[in-house]
């Protein structure tokens, strides 16, 4: 039932935020008002994220989940009320990302309660499969139907509030789950109440390394998120709703990178898992910058002159690269998210699970603010392809800094479970 209720609630997270970026794009024509959009979603996270973490440590985490949902019903309801305009897409956005903290946390908390200890790492990776799922048909399936087919935002908000209230009843199907005991292994540090994930995390190298590399991936997806609109009708030269089908490869990736992450999380160590990832995931970004270059490079080859006569509209040799380069990019996001979320799981305690999280999603959240806006704005300057490649370098700068500092926190998953016992 928790699988089923994040299903329905992230279709109608994704299609409601892929809705808003298609209608601000439709509005305003410029990638830095996307960016700004990217930002009204994910900052919530650094203030209602750290109250939802502690409010699912301390409260039914289940009767946050359902009391979430029901909010974003109301939200919808609201929004088909009062009519639709660019700033109340952003206020939309901001109110609806603060809400679904909630939700989202409390979910999170859930899992390692109900999942025992050496099942972690499989429940992790079905729980990313949900999400890539969920992702995939509202992105590539509701959004693009309902504003391009039927043409009616008003039925979006409808159908996606709908979503909502069946995952309010799936949560209430879950089950209470029992409450942790809050002395257990590894205590729970004093101080500040809205500082207790953080702390957490300093005083486990290996959490606050694992928790690094979760930030940096999310940051770096959050940027391109940012970017994608103007990256699919600029470099791919298609619509954007059309452009969706061009990024489900990634979800294929996703798929397939939690088949190999889940299996291999307990039993490779967890700083080659991580490198092996981010060296795949950079090499694939840099990859995205150049996409009609090298569809041109590999055309004049035999064996790829098909390149040259693909053209579906406007879809050509350069968006086939592309739908091929998002499979191992999507690979490569799950196994570092895996293989991160694993560590974290494995050695946060129970009680500090939901701060932990929080703390970990605000961190995503800061990385990202100013980037994500810079992006945008730089790519309606130089264009967003050299954007790409400047986000794909960073991200492999930062990456390496991390891991070279991370050596010897991985005691591997023999010493984990030692230590537990």
Not at 93 to 120: H, Y
Not at 240 to 245: K, L
Not at 276 to 282: D, H, L, R, S, Y
Request: aromatic share 6%; proline share 3%; net charge positive.
């Amino acid at each position: 039932m928790l699988s089923y209720t994040r299903f329905s609630s992230r279709v109608a997270q994704n299609a409601l935020n892929f809705g808003l970026v298609l209608l601000i794009t439709e509005e305003t024509g410029r990638a830095v008002y996307t960016s700004l959009l990217v930002l009204a979603l994910v900052v919530p996270s650094t203030v209602a994220g750290i109250v939802a973490g502690t409010a699912a440590d301390i409260l039914p985490k289940r009767l946050i989940v359902v009391l979430a949902d029901v909010t974003r019903v109301l939200l919808c309801v609201a929004f088909l009320r009062e009519g639709g305009s660019t700033v109340s897409y952003y206020a939309f956005a901001v109110l609806l990302a603060s809400t679904s903290q909630f939700a989202g946390t409390a979910e999170s908390a859930i899992l390692p309660a109900i999942v025992r200890r050496d099942e972690l790492a499989r429940a992790n990776a079905i729980s990313q499969a949900v999400g890539g799922a969920a992702q995939a048909i509202g992105l590539g399936v509701v959004t693009p139907v309902v504003l391009r087919l039927i043409e009616s935002r008003d039925v979006l908000f409808a159908i996606c509030a709908g979503l909502f209230a069946l995952a309010a009843v799936q949560a209430l199907l879950i089950g209470s789950t029992a409450a942790p005991d809050r002395r257990e292994v590894g205590g729970e540090p004093g101080g500040r109440w809205w500082t207790a994930g953080w702390r957490a995390m300093r005083s486990d190298r290996a959490v606050l390394h694992a928790a690094v590399e979760l930030t940096l991936i999310s940051a770096t997806v959050i940027i391109l998120s940012g970017l994608i609109p103007t990256y699919i009708t600029d470099v791919l030269g298609v619509r954007i709703d059309f452009g969706a089908i061009v990024l489900l490869p990634a979800v294929v990736g996703v798929a397939a990178g939690l088949r190999v992450a889940g299996f291999l999380a307990r039993r490779v160590p967890h700083s080659l898992l991580s490198s092996a990832g981010f060296v795949i995931f950079v090499s694939c970004l840099g990859l995205l910058a150049i996409v009609n270059q090298l569809a041109v490079f590999l055309g004049g080859f035999g064996m790829f002159s098909w390149l040259n006569s693909v053209s579906i509209g406007r879809f050509d040799g350069g968006g086939v690269i592309a739908m091929a380069v998002m499979l191992p990019l999507g690979f490569a996001y799950a196994v570092v998210s895996v293989a991160g979320q694993t560590v974290i799981d494995d050695r946060v305690p129970l009680s500090l699970r939901g701060r932990v999280g929080a703390t970990q999603a605000a961190m995503a959240a800061v990385a990202s603010s100013i980037p994500v806006v810079a992006a945008g704005a730089l790519s309606d300057v130089i264009g967003v392809a050299p954007v790409f490649a400047l986000v794909a370098l960073a991200t492999g700068a930062v990456a390496v800094a991390n891991l070279r500092s991370g050596r010897g926190a991985d005691r591997g998953p023999r010493a984990v479970e030692f230590a537990h016992r």
